[in-house]
Protein backbone atom coordinates (compact mmCIF):
# COMPACT_ATOMS: atom_id res chain seq x y z
CA UNK A 1 0.00 0.00 0.00
CA UNK A 2 3.16 2.22 0.51
CA UNK A 3 3.14 3.25 -2.94
CA UNK A 4 -0.30 4.13 -3.80
CA UNK A 5 -1.59 8.06 -3.21
CA UNK A 6 -2.92 9.00 -0.26
CA UNK A 7 -6.25 9.32 -1.06
CA UNK A 8 -6.82 5.92 -2.03
CA UNK A 9 -5.08 4.83 1.09
CA UNK A 10 -7.56 6.94 2.81
CA UNK A 11 -10.84 4.86 1.34
CA UNK A 12 -9.20 1.44 1.98
CA UNK A 13 -8.24 2.22 5.26
CA UNK A 14 -12.22 2.96 5.92
CA UNK A 15 -13.08 -0.02 3.99
CA UNK A 16 -11.21 -2.32 5.90
CA UNK A 17 -12.77 -1.69 9.29
CA UNK A 18 -15.80 -3.41 7.69
CA UNK A 19 -16.96 -6.16 8.82
CA UNK A 20 -16.21 -9.13 6.30
CA UNK A 21 -13.75 -6.70 4.09
CA UNK A 22 -10.15 -7.67 4.09
CA UNK A 23 -7.66 -5.47 2.58
CA UNK A 24 -7.29 -7.00 -0.45
CA UNK A 25 -11.47 -6.34 -1.15
CA UNK A 26 -11.04 -2.84 0.68
CA UNK A 27 -8.50 -1.97 -2.48
CA UNK A 28 -10.74 -4.08 -5.05
CA UNK A 29 -13.49 -1.81 -3.53
CA UNK A 30 -11.75 1.38 -3.90
CA UNK A 31 -10.27 0.82 -7.35
CA UNK A 32 -13.70 0.10 -8.91
CA UNK A 33 -15.55 3.25 -7.32
CA UNK A 34 -12.82 5.15 -8.88
CA UNK A 35 -13.99 4.24 -12.24
CA UNK A 36 -17.54 4.25 -11.75
CA UNK A 37 -19.49 7.30 -12.90
CA UNK A 38 -19.79 10.10 -10.58
CA UNK A 39 -23.24 9.99 -10.02
CA UNK A 40 -22.95 6.74 -8.50
CA UNK A 41 -20.74 8.07 -6.11
CA UNK A 42 -22.89 10.71 -5.28
CA UNK A 43 -25.66 8.48 -4.78
CA UNK A 44 -22.98 6.66 -2.13
CA UNK A 45 -21.92 9.66 -0.49
CA UNK A 46 -26.51 10.51 0.03
CA UNK A 47 -26.75 7.07 1.18
CA UNK A 48 -24.32 7.40 4.12
CA UNK A 49 -25.30 10.78 4.85
CA UNK A 50 -28.76 10.20 5.24
CA UNK A 51 -28.08 7.42 6.90
CA UNK A 52 -27.12 9.16 10.07
CA UNK A 53 -29.36 12.13 9.42
CA UNK A 54 -32.88 10.81 8.61
CA UNK A 55 -32.76 7.51 10.70
CA UNK A 56 -32.89 6.88 14.73
CA UNK A 57 -34.17 4.51 17.52
CA UNK A 58 -37.50 3.97 17.97
CA UNK A 59 -38.14 4.90 21.56
CA UNK A 60 -40.79 2.42 22.23
CA UNK A 61 -38.64 -0.61 20.63
CA UNK A 62 -35.06 0.51 20.00
CA UNK A 63 -35.98 -0.32 15.89
CA UNK A 64 -34.24 1.65 13.40
CA UNK A 65 -37.03 4.03 11.61
CA UNK A 66 -37.65 7.23 10.11
CA UNK A 67 -40.42 8.31 12.75
CA UNK A 68 -40.43 7.63 16.35
CA UNK A 69 -42.71 5.57 17.31
CA UNK A 70 -41.37 3.47 14.37
CA UNK A 71 -44.09 1.88 12.06
CA UNK A 72 -44.49 -1.33 13.72
CA UNK A 73 -45.03 0.62 17.19
CA UNK A 74 -47.74 2.96 15.30
CA UNK A 75 -49.79 -0.25 13.97
CA UNK A 76 -52.65 0.43 15.58
CA UNK A 77 -54.34 -3.43 15.05
CA UNK A 78 -51.41 -5.25 16.46
CA UNK A 79 -51.37 -7.61 19.16
CA UNK A 80 -50.47 -5.36 22.45
CA UNK A 81 -50.37 -8.20 24.88
CA UNK A 82 -47.27 -10.01 22.25
CA UNK A 83 -43.44 -8.65 22.62
CA UNK A 84 -41.06 -10.26 20.46
CA UNK A 85 -37.46 -9.57 22.10
CA UNK A 86 -34.63 -9.46 19.25
CA UNK A 87 -30.93 -8.90 19.60
CA UNK A 88 -30.58 -6.40 15.93
CA UNK A 89 -33.20 -4.84 14.00
CA UNK A 90 -32.37 -6.89 11.12
CA UNK A 91 -33.67 -9.57 13.47
CA UNK A 92 -36.83 -7.59 12.80
CA UNK A 93 -37.36 -8.05 9.50
CA UNK A 94 -36.45 -11.29 9.56
CA UNK A 95 -39.33 -12.19 11.37
CA UNK A 96 -41.59 -9.32 9.89
CA UNK A 97 -40.43 -11.46 5.85
CA UNK A 98 -42.40 -14.51 7.71
CA UNK A 99 -45.84 -12.93 8.02
CA UNK A 100 -46.89 -14.67 10.95
CA UNK A 101 -45.61 -12.35 13.76
CA UNK A 102 -48.93 -10.10 15.05
CA UNK A 103 -47.06 -8.58 18.35
CA UNK A 104 -44.88 -5.83 18.90
CA UNK A 105 -40.78 -6.27 19.06
CA UNK A 106 -38.28 -4.66 21.68
CA UNK A 107 -34.30 -4.05 19.94
CA UNK A 108 -31.73 -5.34 22.66
CA UNK A 109 -29.14 -4.03 20.65
CA UNK A 110 -26.57 -7.00 21.18
CA UNK A 111 -26.23 -9.63 23.49
CA UNK A 112 -24.78 -9.85 27.03
CA UNK A 113 -20.79 -10.97 26.19
CA UNK A 114 -17.95 -9.97 28.69
CA UNK A 115 -15.26 -10.28 26.43
CA UNK A 116 -15.97 -7.47 24.44
CA UNK A 117 -17.49 -5.72 27.75
CA UNK A 118 -20.90 -6.04 26.54
CA UNK A 119 -23.07 -5.86 30.17
CA UNK A 120 -26.89 -5.86 30.50
CA UNK A 121 -26.98 -1.90 30.79
CA UNK A 122 -25.50 -1.44 27.42
CA UNK A 123 -28.20 -3.19 25.87
CA UNK A 124 -32.36 -2.21 25.92
CA UNK A 125 -33.27 -4.42 28.76
CA UNK A 126 -34.31 -1.71 31.80
CA UNK A 127 -36.71 -0.23 28.88
CA UNK A 128 -38.14 -3.74 28.04
CA UNK A 129 -38.57 -4.47 32.22
CA UNK A 130 -40.76 -0.68 32.03
CA UNK A 131 -42.52 -2.10 29.41
CA UNK A 132 -43.50 -5.42 30.73
CA UNK A 133 -44.72 -4.21 34.07
CA UNK A 134 -48.31 -3.03 32.10
CA UNK A 135 -50.44 -5.57 32.71
CA UNK A 136 -51.61 -5.01 29.05
CA UNK A 137 -48.22 -7.46 28.40
CA UNK A 138 -49.58 -10.56 28.44
CA UNK A 139 -46.50 -12.93 26.48
CA UNK A 140 -42.68 -12.32 26.09
CA UNK A 141 -41.06 -14.35 23.00
CA UNK A 142 -37.38 -14.43 23.55
CA UNK A 143 -36.02 -14.77 20.43
CA UNK A 144 -31.98 -13.85 20.80
CA UNK A 145 -29.48 -15.97 18.50
CA UNK A 146 -29.24 -19.93 19.96
CA UNK A 147 -25.64 -19.08 21.03
CA UNK A 148 -24.16 -19.01 24.30
CA UNK A 149 -24.26 -15.07 24.30
CA UNK A 150 -27.62 -15.18 23.14
CA UNK A 151 -29.03 -17.90 25.78
CA UNK A 152 -27.09 -16.26 28.71
CA UNK A 153 -29.07 -12.74 27.59
CA UNK A 154 -32.08 -14.98 27.33
CA UNK A 155 -31.99 -16.25 30.61
CA UNK A 156 -31.14 -12.50 32.31
CA UNK A 157 -33.83 -11.15 31.20
CA UNK A 158 -36.48 -14.00 32.51
CA UNK A 159 -34.87 -13.12 35.45
CA UNK A 160 -35.80 -9.95 35.62
CA UNK A 161 -39.52 -10.13 33.97
CA UNK A 162 -40.02 -12.53 36.71
CA UNK A 163 -39.47 -10.48 39.32
CA UNK A 164 -41.92 -7.52 37.61
CA UNK A 165 -44.57 -9.29 36.65
CA UNK A 166 -45.49 -12.79 37.66
CA UNK A 167 -48.49 -13.42 35.37
CA UNK A 168 -46.09 -13.23 32.39
CA UNK A 169 -46.26 -16.04 29.93
CA UNK A 170 -42.04 -16.21 29.07
CA UNK A 171 -41.75 -18.32 25.87
CA UNK A 172 -38.04 -19.10 23.87
CA UNK A 173 -38.30 -19.09 20.02
CA UNK A 174 -37.91 -22.59 19.40
CA UNK A 175 -34.79 -24.63 18.53
CA UNK A 176 -34.64 -27.77 16.06
CA UNK A 177 -33.77 -28.71 12.93
CA UNK A 178 -33.74 -25.90 10.28
CA UNK A 179 -36.79 -26.59 7.42
CA UNK A 180 -35.01 -28.53 4.45
CA UNK A 181 -31.78 -29.80 6.86
CA UNK A 182 -30.11 -33.43 6.70
CA UNK A 183 -30.51 -35.28 9.99
CA UNK A 184 -27.38 -36.74 9.60
CA UNK A 185 -25.80 -33.48 9.01
CA UNK A 186 -27.25 -31.52 12.11
CA UNK A 187 -24.66 -31.12 15.25
CA UNK A 188 -25.21 -33.12 18.65
CA UNK A 189 -26.40 -29.39 20.44
CA UNK A 190 -29.35 -29.15 17.59
CA UNK A 191 -30.73 -32.56 17.50
CA UNK A 192 -30.89 -32.84 21.15
CA UNK A 193 -32.89 -29.21 21.11
CA UNK A 194 -35.00 -31.15 18.41
CA UNK A 195 -35.73 -33.94 20.05
CA UNK A 196 -36.26 -31.81 23.47
CA UNK A 197 -38.43 -29.31 21.43
CA UNK A 198 -40.61 -32.45 19.42
CA UNK A 199 -44.46 -31.59 19.01
CA UNK A 200 -47.19 -33.83 19.13
CA UNK A 201 -47.78 -34.49 14.86
CA UNK A 202 -51.01 -33.66 13.95
CA UNK B 1 -37.10 -5.14 2.20
CA UNK B 2 -40.02 -3.98 1.63
CA UNK B 3 -40.47 -3.01 5.09
CA UNK B 4 -37.55 -1.18 5.57
CA UNK B 5 -36.90 2.54 5.94
CA UNK B 6 -36.62 3.72 2.34
CA UNK B 7 -33.09 5.66 3.61
CA UNK B 8 -32.39 1.91 4.30
CA UNK B 9 -32.77 0.64 1.09
CA UNK B 10 -31.59 3.54 -0.49
CA UNK B 11 -27.71 2.39 0.84
CA UNK B 12 -28.22 -1.35 0.91
CA UNK B 13 -29.29 -0.67 -3.04
CA UNK B 14 -25.77 1.53 -3.67
CA UNK B 15 -23.69 -1.52 -2.06
CA UNK B 16 -25.32 -4.51 -4.09
CA UNK B 17 -24.34 -2.69 -6.63
CA UNK B 18 -20.32 -2.95 -5.92
CA UNK B 19 -18.42 -6.36 -6.95
CA UNK B 20 -18.54 -9.19 -4.53
CA UNK B 21 -21.27 -7.79 -2.48
CA UNK B 22 -24.80 -9.01 -2.32
CA UNK B 23 -28.11 -8.16 -0.95
CA UNK B 24 -27.37 -9.46 2.45
CA UNK B 25 -24.01 -8.33 3.15
CA UNK B 26 -25.55 -5.07 1.62
CA UNK B 27 -27.75 -5.26 4.17
CA UNK B 28 -25.56 -6.10 7.40
CA UNK B 29 -22.80 -3.17 5.90
CA UNK B 30 -25.90 -1.08 6.31
CA UNK B 31 -27.05 -1.42 9.91
CA UNK B 32 -23.66 -1.58 10.65
CA UNK B 33 -22.91 1.63 9.35
CA UNK B 34 -25.98 3.32 10.91
CA UNK B 35 -24.86 2.19 14.12
CA UNK B 36 -20.87 3.38 13.78
CA UNK B 37 -20.11 6.49 15.61
CA UNK B 38 -20.40 9.61 13.19
CA UNK B 39 -17.09 10.43 12.68
CA UNK B 40 -16.78 7.30 10.75
CA UNK B 41 -19.14 8.03 8.45
CA UNK B 42 -17.62 11.37 7.98
CA UNK B 43 -14.50 9.75 7.38
CA UNK B 44 -16.18 7.41 4.46
CA UNK B 45 -17.66 10.44 3.04
CA UNK B 46 -14.48 12.14 2.49
CA UNK B 47 -12.89 9.28 0.85
CA UNK B 48 -15.29 8.86 -1.53
CA UNK B 49 -15.54 13.11 -1.93
CA UNK B 50 -11.96 12.73 -2.52
CA UNK B 51 -11.69 9.90 -4.38
CA UNK B 52 -13.58 11.87 -7.71
CA UNK B 53 -12.11 15.38 -6.58
CA UNK B 54 -8.19 14.64 -6.21
CA UNK B 55 -7.81 11.51 -8.25
CA UNK B 56 -7.15 11.27 -12.14
CA UNK B 57 -5.70 9.31 -14.80
CA UNK B 58 -1.87 9.74 -15.72
CA UNK B 59 -1.51 11.35 -19.30
CA UNK B 60 0.99 9.21 -19.83
CA UNK B 61 0.29 5.59 -18.56
CA UNK B 62 -2.73 6.11 -17.57
CA UNK B 63 -2.64 4.77 -13.86
CA UNK B 64 -4.12 6.49 -10.59
CA UNK B 65 -2.70 9.33 -9.19
CA UNK B 66 -2.93 12.41 -7.41
CA UNK B 67 -0.36 14.08 -9.35
CA UNK B 68 -0.09 14.69 -13.62
CA UNK B 69 1.99 12.89 -14.67
CA UNK B 70 1.93 10.40 -11.90
CA UNK B 71 4.28 9.84 -9.52
CA UNK B 72 6.29 6.97 -10.76
CA UNK B 73 6.45 8.53 -14.83
CA UNK B 74 8.00 11.69 -13.01
CA UNK B 75 10.57 9.33 -11.60
CA UNK B 76 14.11 10.12 -13.24
CA UNK B 77 16.23 7.37 -12.28
CA UNK B 78 13.86 4.86 -13.64
CA UNK B 79 14.65 3.13 -16.85
CA UNK B 80 13.37 4.56 -19.73
CA UNK B 81 14.24 2.32 -22.61
CA UNK B 82 11.43 -0.67 -20.54
CA UNK B 83 7.78 -0.33 -20.25
CA UNK B 84 4.95 -2.82 -18.65
CA UNK B 85 1.92 -2.86 -20.03
CA UNK B 86 -0.72 -4.68 -17.63
CA UNK B 87 -4.51 -4.37 -17.37
CA UNK B 88 -5.20 -2.23 -14.14
CA UNK B 89 -4.10 -0.11 -11.53
CA UNK B 90 -3.50 -2.73 -9.09
CA UNK B 91 -1.62 -4.73 -11.62
CA UNK B 92 1.03 -1.84 -11.20
CA UNK B 93 0.86 -1.82 -7.56
CA UNK B 94 1.64 -5.58 -7.28
CA UNK B 95 4.57 -5.21 -10.02
CA UNK B 96 5.75 -2.76 -7.36
CA UNK B 97 5.76 -4.47 -4.22
CA UNK B 98 8.09 -7.23 -6.20
CA UNK B 99 10.53 -4.27 -6.10
CA UNK B 100 11.87 -5.60 -9.10
CA UNK B 101 11.11 -3.73 -11.76
CA UNK B 102 12.64 -0.23 -12.87
CA UNK B 103 10.67 0.86 -15.98
CA UNK B 104 7.87 2.59 -16.61
CA UNK B 105 4.39 1.34 -16.83
CA UNK B 106 1.46 1.46 -19.10
CA UNK B 107 -2.28 0.97 -17.95
CA UNK B 108 -4.61 -0.37 -20.33
CA UNK B 109 -7.67 0.30 -18.46
CA UNK B 110 -8.97 -3.24 -19.06
CA UNK B 111 -8.99 -6.38 -21.89
CA UNK B 112 -10.49 -6.40 -25.32
CA UNK B 113 -13.80 -8.63 -24.61
CA UNK B 114 -16.29 -8.49 -27.62
CA UNK B 115 -18.68 -9.88 -24.73
CA UNK B 116 -19.04 -6.95 -23.04
CA UNK B 117 -18.35 -5.04 -25.52
CA UNK B 118 -14.98 -4.10 -25.03
CA UNK B 119 -12.73 -3.49 -28.13
CA UNK B 120 -9.32 -1.91 -28.63
CA UNK B 121 -10.38 1.63 -29.09
CA UNK B 122 -11.89 1.56 -25.30
CA UNK B 123 -8.43 0.96 -24.61
CA UNK B 124 -5.48 2.58 -23.61
CA UNK B 125 -3.62 0.91 -26.91
CA UNK B 126 -2.91 4.24 -29.40
CA UNK B 127 -1.36 6.10 -27.06
CA UNK B 128 1.07 2.96 -26.08
CA UNK B 129 1.82 2.82 -29.96
CA UNK B 130 2.27 6.34 -29.85
CA UNK B 131 4.63 6.13 -26.71
CA UNK B 132 7.03 3.25 -28.37
CA UNK B 133 7.10 5.17 -31.12
CA UNK B 134 9.76 6.94 -29.61
CA UNK B 135 13.54 5.10 -30.27
CA UNK B 136 14.44 5.87 -26.66
CA UNK B 137 11.79 2.49 -25.83
CA UNK B 138 13.62 -0.87 -26.43
CA UNK B 139 11.84 -3.42 -24.62
CA UNK B 140 7.78 -3.75 -23.95
CA UNK B 141 7.10 -6.37 -21.52
CA UNK B 142 3.01 -7.17 -22.20
CA UNK B 143 2.01 -8.36 -18.41
CA UNK B 144 -1.71 -8.29 -19.04
CA UNK B 145 -3.34 -11.60 -17.01
CA UNK B 146 -2.86 -15.37 -18.54
CA UNK B 147 -6.97 -15.38 -19.59
CA UNK B 148 -8.10 -15.74 -22.39
CA UNK B 149 -8.78 -12.53 -22.85
CA UNK B 150 -5.19 -11.15 -21.61
CA UNK B 151 -3.47 -13.50 -24.28
CA UNK B 152 -5.61 -11.97 -27.21
CA UNK B 153 -5.21 -8.23 -25.99
CA UNK B 154 -1.18 -9.19 -25.99
CA UNK B 155 -1.68 -10.02 -28.87
CA UNK B 156 -2.96 -7.16 -30.54
CA UNK B 157 -1.25 -5.30 -29.15
CA UNK B 158 1.95 -7.58 -30.26
CA UNK B 159 0.71 -7.13 -33.53
CA UNK B 160 0.27 -3.19 -33.33
CA UNK B 161 3.98 -2.60 -31.89
CA UNK B 162 5.72 -4.91 -34.70
CA UNK B 163 4.06 -2.26 -37.47
CA UNK B 164 5.66 0.56 -35.91
CA UNK B 165 8.84 0.11 -34.15
CA UNK B 166 10.73 -3.12 -35.92
CA UNK B 167 13.61 -2.91 -33.38
CA UNK B 168 11.45 -3.11 -30.75
CA UNK B 169 12.20 -6.43 -28.35
CA UNK B 170 8.51 -7.75 -27.26
CA UNK B 171 8.45 -9.40 -24.15
CA UNK B 172 5.51 -11.64 -22.62
CA UNK B 173 5.71 -11.94 -18.60
CA UNK B 174 6.31 -15.61 -17.39
CA UNK B 175 4.38 -18.27 -17.32
CA UNK B 176 4.13 -21.52 -15.03
CA UNK B 177 3.62 -22.72 -11.65
CA UNK B 178 3.11 -20.45 -9.16
CA UNK B 179 6.23 -20.40 -6.17
CA UNK B 180 5.00 -22.55 -3.21
CA UNK B 181 2.52 -24.74 -5.67
CA UNK B 182 2.15 -28.22 -5.77
CA UNK B 183 3.08 -29.81 -9.00
CA UNK B 184 -0.14 -32.55 -9.31
CA UNK B 185 -2.32 -29.67 -8.37
CA UNK B 186 -0.77 -27.83 -11.36
CA UNK B 187 -4.13 -27.53 -14.17
CA UNK B 188 -2.70 -28.65 -17.53
CA UNK B 189 -2.47 -25.52 -19.03
CA UNK B 190 -0.36 -23.95 -16.55
CA UNK B 191 2.16 -27.12 -16.79
CA UNK B 192 2.29 -26.68 -20.32
CA UNK B 193 3.58 -23.33 -20.20
CA UNK B 194 5.47 -24.38 -17.40
CA UNK B 195 7.57 -26.81 -19.77
CA UNK B 196 7.61 -24.57 -22.83
CA UNK B 197 9.07 -21.55 -19.86
CA UNK B 198 11.64 -24.17 -18.85
CA UNK B 199 14.98 -22.49 -17.59
CA UNK B 200 18.62 -23.35 -17.48
CA UNK B 201 19.15 -24.06 -14.17
CA UNK B 202 21.56 -22.07 -12.52
Given at each position: MERLPQTLV???RVLERLPGIGPKTAARLTFYLFQTPPHFVD?????????????GNCSVCHNIDETDPCR????????????CVVERPLDVVAIEATRSFSGFYHVLGG???PLIHVGPDDLQISSLLKRC?????????????????????????????EKINKDLKITRIGH???????????????????????QVFS
Open positions: QLIEFIKGLRDLKEKLICSQAQRDRSLIVINSSKEVKEIILATNPTMEGEATALHIKKGLGLPMGADLDYADPGTLKEALKGR
